[in-house]
């Protein structure tokens, strides 16, 4: 009786954004439950599929090197993701022109055309094991936490954004879909669910908000309904759900009391990018300064223990001094809790490449360290105060020195993290996963250091 052939094995890379980190789980999804196998090195694969950032040009270069090194130490390379959908200004193929010897090139979310590509290249096993492959299928993230992506693509035009243009229009997921997902990640053990998107604000308005159903009642596609659905779901469990991309439209202020039951977190990340009127109507963003702090300080009226998180960019086309001590005003009256800022980097395809008065790259560095100054001595003043009070974490690691948790206060990978010392009891663990109540005894710009009650 000769062997059975050995099972086919796929490395992967995967770059850029949460949402790109969710189609990778999707692909990987797929390919284990076809019966194929992951390789944890490029000499253990038969074929390495590269997921690509291309936003941009620092993505665009870490993806063009991820796809030269696997090229050249295994040969066989699959590329999808954003740079695939990607041309270069003679209309070429921005990869194939660099890497002419990939074997297929998809753009994102385009998870039948990257599996055609394995199949084409790596025919798939004869009898696939469907049973191997969990409900929640194959995550990326650790067990305890996980992205929930409820929509692809965007219907803004900012300027400075070619998204649209890779990952198209807005297109939501149906409400009950995104329910039945939420609900298998609950039950494998996701203690944090993080929604994403483009424009979470924005669910169900390419579907005109048409009613789903979830459990046998009416919801419709709104995000006003879903993460009141998320909230009612985590509280069955006993877990978090913390929201990501929330443009500030009107809506969300009704989303606001549903954080003060501990589950639907009192946490908003919003990209606002500027504060002064003509900077964001040359970048085509909604909404401007002025309503913004308006809002924000409805927000924390509602919800006073909401932490904002938001982004900005310095040094935008035709920002002036004035222009950008508007935003430092800005910041110093929003007290914005979680901040990160960029220089302004042009993406080739963006229409803001072609606005008048660039700002010299010295100056957009030296606008956003000052940005980032002000912002570390605004985050400090804003952690203080927690010196002294309780507050529930999540752990996220542990070793003989302690652990290292979060707050509601703290997203995975972009804010700040609670450094807990080891109980003196030695009856009491703490294990990666679970919720504890800690005593915050410092803080500083960025983190806090408590110990468990």
């Known amino acids: 009786?000769?062997?059975?052939?050995?099972?086919?094995?796929?490395?992967?890379?995967?770059?850029?954004?949460?949402?790109?980190?969710?189609?990778?789980?999707?692909?990987?999804?797929?390919?284990?439950?076809?019966?194929?196998?992951?390789?944890?090195?490029?000499?253990?694969?038969?074929?390495?599929?590269?997921?690509?950032?291309?936003?941009?040009?620092?993505?665009?270069?870490?993806?063009?090197?991820?796809?030269?090194?696997?090229?050249?130490e295994n040969g066989k390379v699959i590329v999808t993701g954003c740079l695939g959908g990607k041309k270069d200004a003679s209309g070429q193929d921005v990869i194939r022109t660099v890497h002419p010897k990939v074997l297929a090139v998809t753009g994102p979310h385009a998870l039948a055309e990257v599996m055609d590509a394995v199949h084409l290249h790596l025919p798939k096993p004869h009898e696939p094991f469907i049973d191997l492959v969990p409900p929640q299928g194959i995550r990326l993230t650790p067990r305890h936490y996980a992205y929930l992506k409820i929509s692809e693509g965007c219907n803004h035009r900012c300027s400075f954004c070619i998204i649209p243009s890779m990952r198209g229009d807005l297109v939501s997921r149906p409400i009950a879909e995104v329910m039945l997902e939420a609900e298998n990640l609950f039950k494998a053990g996701v203690k944090e669910l993080l929604v994403i998107s483009q424009d979470t604000s924005a669910y169900g308005?390419?579907?005109?908000?048409?009613?789903?159903?979830?459990?046998?009642?009416?919801?419709?596609?709104?995000?006003?309904?879903?993460?009141?659905?998320?909230?009612?779901?985590?509280?069955?469990?006993?877990?978090?759900?913390?929201?990501?991309?929330?443009y500030p439209y009107p809506h969300v202020d009704e989303v606001i009391p549903l954080m003060n039951d501990g589950h639907v977190l009192p946490y908003l990340d919003v990209p606002l990018q500027h504060s002064h009127p003509d900077v964001l109507?040359?970048?085509?963003?909604?909404?401007?300064?002025?309503?913004?702090?308006?809002?924000?300080?409805?927000?924390?009226?509602?919800?006073?223990?909401?932490?904002?998180?938001?982004?900005?960019i310095a040094g935008f086309p035709g920002e002036t001094e004035e222009e950008f001590t508007h935003l430092l005003d800005f910041l110093k009256e929003?007290?914005?809790?979680?901040?990160?800022?960029?220089?302004?980097?042009?993406?080739?395809?963006?229409?803001?490449?072609?606005?008048?008065?660039?700002?010299?790259?010295?100056?957009?560095?030296?606008?956003?360290?000052?940005?980032?100054?002000?912002?570390?001595?605004?985050?400090?003043?804003?952690?203080?105060?927690?010196?002294?009070?309780?507050?529930?974490?999540?752990?996220?690691?542990?070793?003989?020195?302690?652990?290292?948790?979060?707050?509601?206060?703290?997203?995975?990978?972009?804010?700040?993290?609670?450094?807990?010392?080891?109980?003196?009891d030695p009856s009491i663990s703490l294990k990666v996963g679970e919720f504890v109540n800690v005593t915050i005894t410092a803080a500083d710009a960025h983190d806090l250091w408590g110990s468990v009650d």
Request: proline share 5%; net charge neutral; charged share 25%.
């Open 334 to 424: 929003a007290q914005i809790d979680r901040l990160g800022c960029f220089a302004y980097s042009p993406v080739e395809g963006a229409t803001a490449n072609v606005l008048a008065s660039p700002v010299p790259d010295e100056v957009r560095e030296e606008r956003r360290a000052r940005v980032m100054q002000l912002q570390e001595s605004i985050s400090r003043d804003r952690l203080q105060p927690k010196v002294g009070k309780t507050l529930r974490v999540l752990i996220d690691q542990v070793d003989r020195n302690g652990a290292t948790a979060r707050s509601s206060a703290d997203a995975p990978e972009i804010d700040g993290v609670v450094y807990v010392k080891l109980p003196y």
């Open 1 to 72: 009786m000769s062997d059975s052939p050995a099972t086919p094995k796929v490395g992967f890379i995967s770059l850029g954004c949460p949402k790109a980190l969710v189609d990778s789980e999707q692909i990987l999804t797929q390919l284990r439950a076809e019966g194929y196998d992951t390789a944890k090195s490029y000499d253990g694969a038969d074929l390495v599929i590269v997921n690509t950032c291309g936003f941009i040009d620092a993505a665009v270069t870490e993806s063009l090197d991820a796809i030269g090194e696997a090229l050249n």
């Open 281 to 312: 109507k040359r970048m085509k963003r909604p909404a401007n300064g002025e309503k913004n702090i308006e809002r924000i300080r409805a927000w924390r009226a509602a919800c006073p223990d909401i932490t904002i998180r938001s982004t900005f």
């Open 205 to 246: 308005v390419d579907v005109k908000f048409r009613t789903g159903f979830w459990e046998g009642r009416p919801v419709r596609t709104h995000m006003t309904d879903l993460v009141a659905s998320l909230g009612a779901l985590a509280k069955q469990h006993g877990a978090w759900v913390r929201l990501h991309y929330v």
